[in-house]
């Protein structure tokens, strides 16, 4: 392109404590051009948009606007310097107008009285740039979804941007609504605006960008044109991967079937899930961000109520109305968001680890200390918990360690099945590798397994099964040794080549 | 296991003072105060006045056991105690003459523990605001007394049961004194020893985790108001039969002197810290100070301000321990 960069990335690079998130990553982006961003889950694109919004400071690089390179030292001065974000999680405040909303940050006003003239006026305004046909009138929370999206986006373009980051801006948005969406992007590039578009709907990405960036594992990939690119040849780039790790699998004799789910529904995230899991086999859970891993797992353990669908445990149909109901039937969860529903902070290791099985400690609702103890010890042993002492409070460990003993909370219980919803996110080297000796061994003792991470060469090494989900259906279901483009093409719903 | 030895734990760096600063600090406030009493008045280390001290604290000490409970579990608070003690003492003295003194005493404490129930259903299992639900359910609750009373006064009949409770074992210490000491014992050891006091404390400190761990979350924290409600009974009873008067407006006060002595004792109002014990020395310390002020006949008024500057000076702590442990 001949277009001058409205913005100019330049050897990026940024590691949090033991993760290299991006390394020396260049991003060009024209005036008036819309530039797509892709990659699978981790590839680094979330960090490169943090580090442009002023959110994260690169390690290494620069950053250049217009030409001049500049320091975003946070959210307030990148959009200063004209940088809008529109993030999938909408910034919206529902009891106020779409008028209020778009100038929540600038309402006219007169001698500190809202000017409501000026203000309808003034949104109306960005509204017709925009080509969006919204009263400034109605109530943010009256809208749909599509709409409170185009008042986010106005919103932003409000403020004046050079440059808009839309990020996964379709992924809840009907065939009809993209198109709309569409629109007012073109009405932002032929106003000057650079967008860059983010998503996993490659076929989109060809539609509306001129340009994309493939990340992966942190790094640039290449940055092409979209003219003759097709979405399978994006699919090789963004997978086609150096094995860094290595994953050992156990080999271990697979029984019969303990877990089956049917037909389970949920409005809204998920649609006629039929899984089965048996004894000592490990059944990966695939797919992208928001592709309803999480919630399907949170369905089964009760955590979330499922509208429709059975599950059934060693042949036992078994209700499960909440956490109690599955830890009775022999289900346990290692949940995604430890800090939110893994750890009890303020309690020590010992407690996090009794938790669960407290009445099997006590008598008459008297704990006794002494078979507690033996067996937080025990437990805290068997996972090489360190410390190994269990008196501290568990938010004194590291992640890996707070991982090991939510782990351990989880074997004490003696499971029939046992779901890892992202076991080893934010989890260290060692103490990764410590994990993944446990659940070779908890497989191998015969406990049914389903694994959900987004790091596909852990799922393909470790699964012997693959269950690939896309927008909350089962996209494919592939037997160990699938290769990872087959997986991503199920997972971005590609028909597999 | 053949496991890789993980790396060195990062262990967050804490000073001596928020290590043991939360724990000493009553302690020694308290011994503090006692050296500062009985250097102001010759009166205040006697046996007649610090018994007098205990008299005064039993019966708000025990509503205190089940305010602990309610603070735990990040219940927040119980505003409807002042309505709960009316009932138990209320019930006490106006079913007294037709049944005898003991099976009114239980029925004051069932129903205030009926009200404690319906407050627990509403906090733990409707999901209701604890403050609002326990003042609204506190003013119905009164309401309901008072239409039971018809808004006056009721009179004892029992002078013996007066003299049981005031009478005094061994000549020193007086039975309501020990009923006090006995629930707190009782409570301290429920709170560190039970499941559910364990669970009390899961569910203050973490509710998701706590839910995802297969804990009845939701009968923790009705628990915590039914025992409170059932305790504030006991007082109302003990309270009207020691009285042997009774008035709708008898609990006035209770609420606030609870949450003060459950604030100043170092439980968290975030949940999940704090013990029965701590509680009562948090109590202790309050009734030495008012005692010394009393006895220094310093007024009614600026007692309250220096009451109300504990509280915030409290809290303030509470609040500071937790920046520097790092917690949130």
Known sequence: ?497 | MNALASPPTRTVERGLFSTYGARLGLPAGIVATMLVGSLLSDRFLTLQNLTNVLINMSIVGIIVVGMTFVFVTRGLADLSVPATVAVGGLLVLGLQPSIGTVPAALVGVLAAGIAGAVNGWLVGYAGLNPVITTLASGTIVLGIAQVFVGGVIVYGSDPEAQAFLTGRVFGVVPVIVLIFLAIVSAGHLVLSRTVIGRWSYAVGSNPFATEASAVPVRRVRAFAFLLTGTLAGVSGVLLGVTLQTARPGIGMGYEFDAITAVVVGGVSLLGGSGTVLYAFGGLLFVQLLTNIMVLQGVATEPQGIVKGALIAGAVAIDIALRKRGGRE
């Open chain 1, 1 to 497: 392109m001949t277009t001058a960069s409205a913005l100019r990335m330049t050897g990026i690079s940024k590691s949090f404590p033991g993760i290299r998130a991006l390394s020396d990553v260049d991003l060009d982006v024209a005036a008036g051009e819309v530039h797509a961003i892709v990659g699978e889950n981790g590839a680094g694109k979330s960090t490169l948009m943090k580090v442009l919004a002023g959110v994260y400071q690169p390690d290494k690089g620069s950053i250049e606007l217009d030409g001049a390179v500049v320091r975003l030292a946070d959210p307030i001065e990148a959009r200063r310097r004209g940088i809008g974000m529109v993030y999938q999680e909408l910034n919206l405040v529902p009891d106020l107008t779409v008028a209020e909303n778009i100038l929540l940050g600038s309402t006219p006003s007169r001698l500190g009285i809202v000017d409501r003239r000026a203000l309808r006026e003034q949104a109306r305004a960005v509204l017709d740039e925009l080509d969006a046909r919204i009263h400034t009138d109605d109530l943010v929370g009256s809208l749909t979804v599509s709409q409170q999206q185009i008042v986010e986006i106005a919103k932003v373009y409000a403020a004046r941007p050079k440059i808009v980051v839309l990020d996964e801006p379709t992924s809840s948005l009907s065939e009809h609504e993209t198109q709309a969406l569409f629109r007012i992007i073109g009405r932002m590039t032929s106003a000057g605006i650079a967008v860059i578009y983010i998503s996993h709907r490659l076929r989109e990405v060809i539609d509306v960008a001129q340009r994309v960036t493939v990340l992966r594992d942190g790094r640039l990939v290449e940055t092409r044109t979209t003219s003759g690119i097709t979405a399978a040849e994006m699919i090789r780039l963004m997978v086609g991967r150096d094995l860094t790790e290595v994953f050992p699998k156990r080999e271990v004799e697979i029984g019969d079937v303990v877990l089956a789910v049917h037909g389970l529904s949920r409005a809204d995230a998920f649609d006629d899930i039929g899984l089965t899991v048996r004894s000592g086999e490990i059944l990966g859970l695939a797919g992208l961000v928001g592709a309803g891993r999480t919630e399907v797992a949170r369905a089964i353990f009760g955590l979330d109520d499922a509208d429709a669908g059975t599950i059934e445990v060693d042949g036992q149909a078994v209700r499960i109305q909440g956490p109690r109901d599955a830890v009775r039937a022999g289900i346990a969860y290692v949940p995604e968001d430890r800090k939110r529903d893994g750890i009890v902070p303020q309690l020590s290791i010992k407690d996090n680890i009794s938790l669960s099985v407290l009445d099997r400690v006590a008598v008459g609702g008297w704990i006794r200390p002494g078979a507690e103890r033996t067996l937080a010890q025990q437990k805290a042993a068997e996972l090489t918990v360190s410390p190994p002492a269990i008196a501290p409070r568990v938010d004194t460990l590291s992640g890996g360690n707070q991982q090991k003993v939510v782990f351990a909370k989880w074997l004490a219980t003696k499971p029939r099945v046992l779901i890892l919803d992202e076991p080893t996110r934010g989890v260290d080297v060692g103490a990764k590798a410590d994990i993944h000796t446990i659940i070779g061994e908890l497989a191998a003792q015969g406990t049914a397994i389903i694994l959900i991470s987004s790091e596909l060469p852990e799922v393909l090494a470790v699964s012997d099964r693959i269950v690939v989900l896309h927008e909350g259906r089962i996209a494919a279901e592939l037997p160990r040794g699938a290769a990872e483009h087959d997986v991503m093409h199920a997972a971005t719903g590609e028909v597999s080549s």
